[in-house]
């Protein structure tokens, strides 16, 4: 198993430009987030999808877009390119069964620069 | 309003101490508190979790002590090593086996063990 993988690991945009960052698991699980990491502020939740189909937002979705058509992707699309947008965004996935043996997996992430 | 809260925002530890993290948090639904490890350039990876029908856990030097009725929990690494130098994120979560199960992620405290 690939486990969660992203593309690309390093971007740098212009303000104003639009990109989509990939996500993809090989585990089969229903349950995909994405996240975003900047210094002090932790991992805050941008959206999230608990299956095909169905995707919700998290604490932090302005200026991002999702969609869910298959099990294995997720991608996270950013529509405007803004500098508050510069941050290592990190996608994860896991099961949605209620064993506490479950864990989430994380992605290695990818690192945006917006000028 | 952050529903998890860490403390120390960084920590400085000297080879075989012990390295204490604190969380707390106000949501009484939490079922579920796990720890992730993350190391420079990495996605993060759990480390170890608690249910709060325990009020300990331990895996090798990384034990988990839970106080319910004060709704904290914390990480204490043991005879720390350099090799334990990286960023710790405590979490919890509930619902899991529903819609809901979202991890609510601390801040996070960047641990330097000198050797």
């Known amino acids: 198993n690939a486990g969660v993988t992203q593309t690309p690991k390093f971007q740098v945009l212009k303000t104003g430009q639009s990109m989509t960052l990939q996500c993809a698991q090989d585990?089969?699980?229903?349950?995909m987030s994405w996240y975003r990491q900047d210094p002090g502020m932790g991992l805050r939740l941008i959206h999230y999808s608990v299956g095909a189909g169905i995707t919700d937002q998290g604490e932090v979705p302005n200026g991002y877009n999702v969609s869910r058509s298959t099990t294995e992707d997720f991608p996270l699309r950013l529509l405007s390119a803004a500098p508050s947008q510069t941050s290592v965004y990190f996608c994860?996935?896991?099961?949605?069964?209620?064993?506490?043996?479950?864990?989430?997996?994380f992605g290695p992430g990818t690192r945006l620069l917006v000028l | 309003q952050q529903q998890v809260k860490q403390s120390p925002q960084s920590l400085i530890v000297q080879k075989g101490g012990i390295s204490i993290i604190n969380c707390a948090y106000e949501?009484?639904?939490?079922?579920?508190f796990p720890w992730y490890q993350q190391f420079p350039g990495k996605g993060p990876a759990l480390l170890i979790a608690?249910?709060?029908?325990?009020s300990e856990k331990k895996e090798g030097r990384f034990t988990i002590s839970f106080n319910k009725s004060a709704k904290q929990f914390s990480l204490h690494i043991m005879d720390s090593q350099p090799g334990d130098s990286a960023t710790y994120f405590c979490?919890?979560?509930?619902?899991?086996?529903?819609?809901?199960?979202?991890?609510?992620f601390g801040r996070g405290t960047q641990l330097t063990v000198w050797p």
């Open positions: 585990m089969n699980h229903e349950y």
């Open positions: 979490a919890a979560s509930y619902d899991r086996g529903s819609t809901l199960g979202r991890l609510y």
């Open positions: 608690i249910r709060p029908d325990v």
């Open positions: 994860a996935s896991r099961p949605t069964g209620e064993s506490y043996q479950e864990t989430q997996y």
């Open positions: 949501n009484t639904a939490f079922d579920y």
